[in-house]
């Protein structure tokens, strides 16, 4: 799966008319260019400088020599996305075309088609982050940590993860060519990997050896997220489990509703998180009564691809001081997004509202401080609790992923005595 950074309330069909408002501009003539223009009289918010967009419009498909670089289309969807990058809403606010839409609404669903893989920027290059148990990807041997160098013979050294997830997308049963550099290792690795349908469970546990603990990540607030992590949480009790390692690393958002839901298994009242308007109204976002975990202990794990919906749900286990949260600093995210469709299928999730922490904090653009720090070292791993089948006490204390240990060091100390 490719990374969709983004957090929002459940889209909705809707128009942008200004948007597709630019489209008279090419049939316009040059004494009344001007005459598609919604009535600014009756529209004031809209301002003299939208004349000054109009005009550029209209000069470029009078007079510019490239008619298939000025076609109506790609100037529209251009000058959408140059608005929606002015607002510097980095990773959140974002045009998307029918195409990207359309995956994002299959991500969300939990199945989609491609190789299996989550990805993020470090360090400006383009990275695997998660590779998700029993897909393309895995099978094929991608592994956490690879960067993206060719896809299909094409340099992608510079290129973002949006495009890059462009290219290795495709229908299942198709072929992508990868170029990767593995860390560690001085020669590029080539693989071709065949896409396929990828239906991808978002909560994943796995107990530990030695310990009456469970490991249990949460891989994005998709559609039954909370199902699946009461679900798990259950299970995890029955399987003598009395204390929690909550996994949300790399977890790139989701649902805000998921999120709440899933925060509120481990809390008693008060707010997930507060809500605030473009006028500074504040809304609190109450938890939801029948939480399931409300005294086992917990360590929550985040990092840097941490984003949105992840950071909301660390953000209230911090603030209700329901467990330690460890790592390293997460993305910040601090806004909630709409989806509105537009006229010609395209897309965009624009930022209604920013949400703070139930004590208020603002973590937009300057991320969740953990409580504990512990950097990732080159070399290491993060583990999943897929990769921790067959792991005894031995070798869990040998395993290369830091920030896991000093979880489970800190819940240690938390767990209650046994009867």
């Known amino acids: 799966m490719d990374r969709a950074p983004i957090s929002w309330w459940k889209p909705f069909p809707f128009t942008l008319l200004l948007a597709v408002a630019f489209l008279g501009g090419a049939v316009a003539d040059r004494q009344g260019w001007l005459s ?57 606010t974002a045009f998307l075309t029918s195409k990207d839409a359309e995956e994002l609404d299959r991500s969300i669903e939990g199945s989609m088609e491609g190789i ?40 992608v050294t510079g290129s973002t993860t949006d495009q890059i997830a462009s290219l290795v997308r495709g229908p299942a049963g198709s072929e992508v060519t990868l170029r990767m550099a593995r860390p560690g290792q001085e020669e590029p690795i080539d693989l071709t990997i065949t896409r396929g349908k990828i239906a991808l469970p978002r909560v994943r546990w796995h107990m530990l050896p030695g310990v009456p603990a469970a490991h249990v990540t949460i891989e994005e607030f998709g559609e039954r997220v909370h199902s699946q992590l009461r679900k798990a949480i259950a299970e995890a009790r029955a ?96 806004t909630i997004l709409m989806t509105y469709r537009l006229a010609n299928g395209s897309a965009m999730n624009l930022a209604v509202a920013r949400w703070l922490t139930p004590n208020g904090r603002s973590l937009w653009r300057e991320g969740l401080q953990p409580d504990v720090e512990v950097k990732m070292p080159q070399g290491s791993v993060q583990m999943r609790p897929d990769d921790e089948e067959g792991l005894d006490v031995e070798k869990l204390t040998k395993i290369k992923d830091p920030q896991l240990l000093k979880a489970l060091e800190l819940l240690r100390e938390k767990l209650p005595s046994p009867e």
């Not at 009756?42 to 939208?50: I, S």
């Not at 550029?56 to 929606?84: C, F, V």
């Not at 489990?241 to 977890?251: E, K």
């Open 239 to 334: 399987q003598g489990a009395r204390g929690l390692i909550v996994d949300v690393r790399g977890n790139p958002g989701g649902l805000r509703d998921q999120a709440v839901a899933a925060a509120s298994e481990f809390l008693r009242g008060g707010n997930v998180l507060l809500e605030e308007d473009r006028k500074g109204h504040r809304t609190g976002v109450r938890v939801e009564p029948g939480g399931t975990a409300l005294d086992i202990p917990i360590v929550v794990l985040v990092n840097e691809d941490t984003v949105s919906a992840g950071e909301i749900f660390a953000a209230a286990m911090q603030d209700h001081q329901r467990g330690p949260i460890v790592g390293t600093k997460t993305f910040g995210t601090g």
């Open 36 to 92: 598609f223009l919604p009535n600014r009289s009756a529209n004031p918010e809209l301002g003299p400088e939208f004349d000054s967009v109009a005009e550029a419009w209209h000069r470029i498909q009078e007079e510019y020599p490239d008619t298939e670089a000025s076609r109506p289309n790609k100037m529209a969807d251009a000058a959408i996305k140059g608005m929606l990058s002015q607002l510097g809403d980095t990773g959140h």
């Open 116 to 155: 299996g893989v989550q990805m993020s920027m470090r360090q400006q290059k383009a990275c695997v982050t998660v590779v998700f148990p029993d897909t393309p990807a895995q099978n094929a041997g991608l592994k956490a940590g690879d960067v993206f160098v060719q896809v299909n013979g094409q340099d």
